[in-house]
């Protein structure tokens, strides 16, 4: 079936936060990126609870063993997703190691204390569907994959997105699980009874429920058509902000060069940026 456009809940942010970012990202496909590192240990870690529900690892003998089994193939194939070669910094894969030994033993134990095991319980799931009507005059492929979906009679769902970040909500949007749920109730005509992130580093207080409902259901969809008018008639103007020293464009972008150096000047030349404080993993 034909579309008009393809967006994703990355997309969409990226576009809300800068247009200008999302023409290099989306359309112009500029593989300029920032230091990766600070997402390894997130995708290493949920790699492995990936396969804890793929590949049936609660069902070993052991589960929390299975699951360290695991724990260098998942590290090592996320370091070759991300082209970076671990001979060149052999400290940050053991610390990485280190944390992922540590955090998914308590790891397991929030799964079987909060129930997120169900006879249709799946990981890295694609809730990829396209949507339209006459409101909106266009149709869009929604693209999007939730970390974890678990149900006990596909109609008692919850929606589960796993975070690894020492800063427990730094790096949390409400708006993405929001997405999901939008997604999952076009699919499958099913809203998600629970949407909620799940803090791997946080196993004493792991769990945060999202509240929603239909009306921030609607305002994400008009939000969705709204920002996929916009790149249809082609406006990416820059809008700078506190985001720019975090662009991987910046470099490129006159407007995000200004906008930092008039922060510089603003805070006495305090303003730091790509410092390692801005890394996940810190």
């Known amino acids: 079936m034909s579309y008009d456009i393809y967006l994703s809940y990355s997309g969409r942010k990226s576009y809300l936060v800068c247009p200008l970012q999302y023409k290099y990202r989306y359309i112009l496909k500029d593989k300029s990126r920032?230091?990766?590192?600070?997402?390894?240990?997130?995708?290493?870690?949920?790699?492995?609870?990936?396969?804890?529900?793929?590949?049936?690892?609660?069902?070993e003998p052991d589960p929390v063993a299975a699951c360290l089994a695991v724990v260098d193939d998942a590290l090592d194939s996320v370091l070759r997703e991300e082209k970076l070669d671990p001979s060149t910094d052999p400290g940050f894969r053991m610390m990485t190691r280190q944390d992922m030994l540590l955090y998914i033993p308590p790891g397991v134990e929030t799964i079987r204390k909060l129930g997120l095991l169900t006879v249709n319980s799946r990981a890295e799931v694609d809730l990829t569907v396209l949507y339209g009507n006459d409101k909106y005059g266009m149709s869009i492929k929604l693209g999007g994959r939730a970390d974890f979906i678990h149900s006990p009679d596909m109609r008692d769902v919850s929606i589960v997105d796993g975070k690894a970040s020492k800063h427990r909500e730094k790096y949390v949007d409400a708006e993405q699980l929001i997405w999901y749920a939008v997604q999952h109730y076009i699919k499958y005509r099913v809203a998600p009874t629970k949407i909620g992130f799940l803090f791997w580093s946080f196993p004493d207080d792991p769990i945060k429920w999202v509240a929603y409902d239909s009306q921030a259901m609607r305002a994400s969809v008009d939000q969705t058509f709204d920002v996929a008018k916009k790149i249809q008639l082609k406006s990416f103007d820059a809008t700078p902000s506190g985001e720019c020293h975090r662009c991987s464009y910046k470099d490129k972008c006159e407007e995000g060069r200004k906008h930092i150096a008039h922060r510089r000047k603003e805070t006495g030349g305090g303003y730091i940026e790509n410092s390692m404080f801005d890394l996940e993993g810190f």
Do not use: E
Request: no cysteine; proline share 4%; charged share 25%.
């Open 34 to 59: 920032g230091d990766p590192r600070g997402s390894i240990f997130g995708s290493a870690i949920g790699r492995v609870f990936q396969w804890f529900y793929d590949r049936k690892l609660w069902a």
